[in-house]
């Protein structure tokens, strides 16, 4: 299975600020990398698809870039909803896997 | 409106069998492709099953040979048979719908149910 590894497992950050969160995969994946969030007690929202593209009505502030084995979720002013579990997702092979998640405290 | 709702969690000793059910809103199950994740308390998320639109089916290692996944075009609902639960099968099991982008190119989990928890303990 193709491992993924995601960086920091948690950091602590105040409204307004830019954060960056990372994900590595064990191999390539091409550009077949999603990014999720979670909130408390929720089911995951889908942010990014295809590593960099927006899924429909996620506010522009999040952004995605990466391909190969190296891939950033950026949230530009961090809103007080930002404040969650981020995932990252391969879907290059059948065997979909997830990062172990960053979580996104408020300082 | 496009939804998921599961159903069917709840307390089970160890060596025991679920169903548990997805009932779909708003697209069909035959024409989709919909994958069961679970996320174990605390912990993060681990894809357990798909189901193809063709009918074809693909299971985790953790759970191969253990669970089904099934569908029932008719009701456009989604299944998942448990058997032989173990501990640590003890989680959160979300149905979502993989969805495909860019004329199939690439896919995400775009729609997601609200989860039902399985608890595996005696």
């Known amino acids: 299975d193709i491992q993924m590894t995601q960086s920091p497992s948690s950091l602590s950050a105040s409204v307004g600020d830019r954060v960056t969160l990372t994900c590595r995969a064990s191999q390539s994946i091409r550009s077949y990398l999603n990014w999720y969030q979670q909130r408390p007690g929720k089911a995951p929202k889908l942010l990014i698809y295809?590593?960099?593209s927006l899924q429909s009505g996620v506010p522009s502030r999040f952004s995605g870039s990466g391909s190969g084995t190296d891939f950033t979720l950026t949230i530009n002013s961090l809103q007080p909803e930002d404040f969650a579990t981020y995932f990252c997702?391969?879907?290059?092979?059948?065997?979909?896997?997830f990062g172990g998640g960053t979580k996104v405290e408020i300082k | 409106e496009v939804q998921l709702v599961e159903s069917g969690g709840g307390l089970v000793q160890p060596g025991g069998s679920l169903r548990l059910s997805c009932v779909v809103s708003?697209?069909?199950?035959?024409?989709?492709?919909l994958s069961w994740v679970r996320q174990a308390p605390g912990k993060g998320l681990e894809w357990v099953s798909v189901i193809y639109s063709g009918g074809s089916t693909y299971y985790a290692d953790s759970v191969k040979g253990r669970f089904t996944i099934s569908r029932d075009n008719s009701k456009n609902t989604l299944y998942l048979q448990m058997n032989s639960l173990r501990a640590e099968d003890t989680a959160v099991y979300y149905c979502?719908?993989?969805?495909?982008?860019?004329?199939?190119?690439?896919?995400?989990?775009?729609?997601w149910g609200q989860g039902t928890t399985v608890t595996v303990s005696s």
């Open positions: 295809a590593a960099s």
């Open positions: 979502a719908r993989d969805n495909y982008y860019d004329l199939g190119s690439y896919d995400a989990f775009d729609i």
């Open positions: 708003g697209f069909t199950v035959s024409s989709n492709y």
């Open positions: 997702q391969q879907s290059y092979s059948t065997a979909v896997t």
